[in-house]
């Protein structure tokens, strides 16, 4: 009996079956050249690399079945082998994570027991939950060479065993901003956490690395399940167990999104209402369930701009823009904001200069053009019509107030995402705004509008839209590539009904 073989931790490796990325891949399609290790048992021991896939497995070789089984069936075990050996690579992860991080008795006296809570949430949990669906993938692998199926595995935790992971989901924003907090307010707490990441097991990598894993799996587990689909026989048992499998699993990734989401606009809601004084202005109720930020900052009011509301010196606007309702104000401290408009988004309108008409008109202005746009009320607070002129600090910024503005509208404007750009994500990108896109790495985004180092895209997985660095992304530019991203698109969206 050989010691288990340590997996590559979780963060490091990028499944074959999530899609395809360049035509080498789709041609060999799992295919993987360097020789494996001599005489190494079944997953635990074999997965020593991230890229040891099926046919390479010792007692496959020996059996002989490569020359038996069609190049169809081949992939179809790859692509079942590959969810087995990443849940392992993600488990060994989870264990790091509530070894190292959690159950650290110097890091825990760093801070106070909601802090610990916030910051690790139902992660233990989590971590019993894998090894759960890991034991039950594992034996499945034991009892047969060739598996006929996992996706009644697949399917049965999804459905029963798989709820922790909305609770962990839910807590994300809470987690994040404890983190944030710590790293900025408590010095112990950063030279401990320091101590502990450069410990070998955590493979050089940071403990945000470690916490957001369980959003990565729950994420990246539809598109392996799309595989499995893909690679087996239409309209056979099989092929229906692997949908079964992938609907389940779809939902539940729906319900982290939507737990998250949740949760973090409640209390944004909340927060915001104690903070704002509607003055004389009609009052209206800013809670509520169906009402979420889309985008806040302050706008500089034009110099060239008579407006009625001009009346007071510091020539700036604070926008609070939500789903349904634009409301101005002025801001008098960092928790205080003084309304002095408001209206639906029905009756608020935008328009703005195009670069080229900016550089037609007189070079003296130009500059202050590419950053200014008109907002029109229709119909404000008091049933007027009102407009003024607005001056973002940068075209970026410029940018992103105009299609957050335009974006009820536009519904269809981007609905054809054909001929795009596409692009991989290289680094996960924690969002900072409620404008911009989290981005896990190894997902897709197609690129909608890119302006300066900024790309406005939509997640192919989900089609959530928002914006994003452009760094954190690589371009990919293979067309067969691309037409394979686009039909696993199609199919993962009917799954989810988005």
């Given amino acids: 009996m050989h010691s288990p073989a340590t997996p590559c931790l979780y963060q490091e490796i990028r499944e074959r079956g999530l899609h395809s990325t360049n035509q080498d891949e789709l041609l060999e399609d799992f295919v993987v050249v360097e020789p494996p290790a001599q005489d190494q048992g079944i997953v635990m021991k074999s997965y020593k690399q991230a890229h040891l896939t099926w046919s390479q497995l010792p007692q496959v070789k020996e059996s002989g079945i490569l020359s038996t089984i069609t190049p169809q069936e081949r992939k179809r075990q790859e692509a079942i082998f590959e969810i087995i050996t990443s849940e392992h690579s993600y488990l060994h992860s989870l264990g790091i994570l509530v070894r190292h991080f959690k159950n650290s008795v110097e890091l825990r006296k760093t801070m106070t027991t909601t802090e610990h809570h916030h910051l690790f949430s139902n992660i233990s949990v989590i971590h019993t939950v894998s090894q759960r669906f890991f034991q039950d993938l594992e034996k499945r692998h034991n009892e047969q060479l060739v598996i006929r199926d996992i996706s009644d595995i697949v399917q ?4 029963h065993h798989f709820d922790p992971y909305i609770v962990y989901c839910s807590n994300e924003t809470f987690q994040q901003r404890t983190l944030q907090k710590l790293l900025n307010n408590n010095s112990a707490f950063k030279e401990t956490l320091k ?8 493979g050089g990598l940071p403990m945000l690395s470690f916490l957001i894993l369980p959003m990565q799996r729950v994420t990246r587990l539809p598109l392996l399940l799309d595989t499995i689909c893909q690679k087996t026989q239409a309209q056979t048992a099989e092929y229906f167990a692997a949908v079964w499998a992938l609907k389940a699993m779809s939902k539940l990734v729906t319900e982290c999104n939507d737990g998250a989401r949740r949760m973090e606009r409640t209390e944004q809601m909340y927060t915001i209402q104690k903070q704002m004084d509607f003055g004389k202005i009609k009052p209206f109720p800013l809670v509520s369930a169906s009402r979420w930020v889309k985008k806040r900052g302050e706008l500089a009011i034009s110099s060239e701009e008579l407006s009625i509301w001009r009346a007071f010196a510091n020539r700036s606007y604070y926008l609070f823009l939500f789903n349904d309702v634009l409301i101005v104000t002025k801001k008098k401290s960092e928790e205080s904001f003084v309304v002095l408009d408001y209206a639906t988004l029905d009756n608020v309108q935008v328009e703005f200069a ?22 029109r009320m229709s119909k404000n607070s008091e049933g007027k019509s009102e ?10 910024d410029r940018a992103r107030w105009i299609i957050a503005l335009n974006e009820q509208k536009q ?88």
């Fill in 156 to 159: 049965n935790h999804a459905a």
């Fill in 195 to 202: 101590e502990i990441e450069t410990s070998s097991e955590c």
């Fill in 354 to 375: 195009e670069d080229a008409e900016v550089r037609t008109s007189s070079p003296s202005k130009s500059s202050s053009h590419y950053l200014s746009f008109k907002l």
């Fill in 387 to 396: 407009q003024t002129s607005l001056v973002a600090d940068s075209r970026v």
């Fill in 411 to 498: 519904d269809g404007v981007f609905a054809s995402t054909d001929g795009l750009p596409q692009y991989e994500v290289t680094k996960t990108y924690m969002p900072k705004e409620p404008d911009e896109l989290g981005l896990r790495q190894a997902e897709l985004v197609i690129v909608l509008q890119k302006e300066e180092e900024w790309c406005y895209g939509e997640r192919m997985r989900d089609g959530e839209k928002g914006w994003f660095p452009a760094n954190c992304t690589t371009e990919i530019t293979n067309p067969t590539a691309m037409e394979n991203n686009v039909q696993q698109m199609k199919r993962l969206r009917k799954e989810t009904n988005v």
